[in-house]
């Protein structure tokens, strides 16, 4: 019998989960990116990382760009080892 | 309330989001055709300067600090447009910034080791910075210019002066206009 491992609730979102998947392949992206390549709305989008962040699992910089302001998300150690348990709980449901 | 995802739609997620961030290598062939376009001018013409006779021919590498100024301006614009940073980048950037100063180093004191030794030297370390750029963005032709720029190297280094001003712009041609033409056609891939 396998051991079923509980998916952490904060991963198991699409938009978050989309956003930790494209943070953990990159050095930072700013918001204009996450949104982009997400599809999502930038209102949905910003409530989200507002989440991942209060958990630790990303680090946000608010900066300006010129007179542009700018988002920048970078995947702290915590959101990598959070996404590798997410990856390794779901390999125990899918037999891989 | 969020629709509860299925094991297989996590799956798809994480997939699609990492296929998603992979970069466009393209991006970097203007930089390969800006520096190989000048080092071919700048060689050519310090060999012809220097077949006419004219007196202070290395002149022609005049051209370098100008490519450098270009390159730090759309380098600079790039950046400013750029919404993500990669890992290539950050490769990227450590890579021709040590290039940069074991260039500058070898130019400087170039009078130590006299031009007839520097040459050859600058020469390989184009194969250098070729090779290992083709290693990170996984581009073959930058591979291959990086080997032709080193086997050049070493022809260069039994080669008269004159001579190795014709093999490095035939080491520039291979290593970085040539490569560069074929990554720049791919910008929009």
């Not at chain 1, 051991?3 to 930072?28: G, I, T, W």
């Not at chain 2, 950037?93 to 007839?116: E, M, P, R």
């Not at chain 2, 250098?128 to 190297?153: D, M």
Request: glycine share 10%.
């Amino acid at each position: 019998m396998t051991d079923f491992k509980e998916l952490d609730p904060l991963l198991h979102q699409s938009l978050r989960l989309a956003v930790m998947s494209l943070l953990a392949s990159v050095v930072s992206a700013e918001f204009v990116y996450l949104r982009e390549k997400t599809g999502s709305t930038a209102g949905n989008l910003s409530v989200q990382i507002d989440k991942l962040q209060s958990a630790g699992y990303i680090h946000v910089v608010k900066d300006f760009n010129g007179k542009k302001p700018r988002t920048s998300c970078a995947i702290t150690p915590a959101g990598k080892a959070a996404l590798d348990a997410y990856v390794t709980a779901l390999k125990t449901y899918i037999q891989l | 309330m969020e629709k509860q995802l299925t094991q297989k739609e996590s799956l798809e997620i994480i997939h699609a989001m990492v296929q998603q961030s992979r970069q466009r290598v393209g991006e970097n062939g203007v930089f390969y055709l800006l520096w190989g376009y000048a080092v071919l001018i700048a060689a050519l013409a310090h060999y012809i300067l220097m077949q006419s006779g004219y007196e202070n021919p290395w002149m022609s590498w005049i051209l370098m600090p100008v490519a450098g100024i270009l390159s730090g301006i759309i380098g600079y614009r790039k950046g400013q447009s750029k919404t993500v940073r990669t890992h290539v980048d950050t490769a990227m950037a450590y890579l021709w910034g040590a290039f940069l100063v074991v260039l500058l180093t070898v130019l400087t004191f170039s009078g130590q080791i006299g031009f007839a030794g520097s040459y050859p030297v600058v020469i390989l370390l184009y194969g250098l910075g070729t090779f290992v750029s083709g290693g990170i963005l996984r581009f073959k032709p930058l591979i291959i210019g990086g080997i032709i720029c080193w086997i050049s190297g070493i022809v260069a280094m039994f080669s008269p002066f004159d001579m190795q001003l014709l093999i490095m712009a035939g080491a520039i041609f291979c290593g970085y206009i040539v490569p560069g033409h074929l990554l720049y056609a791919q910008r929009n891939d």
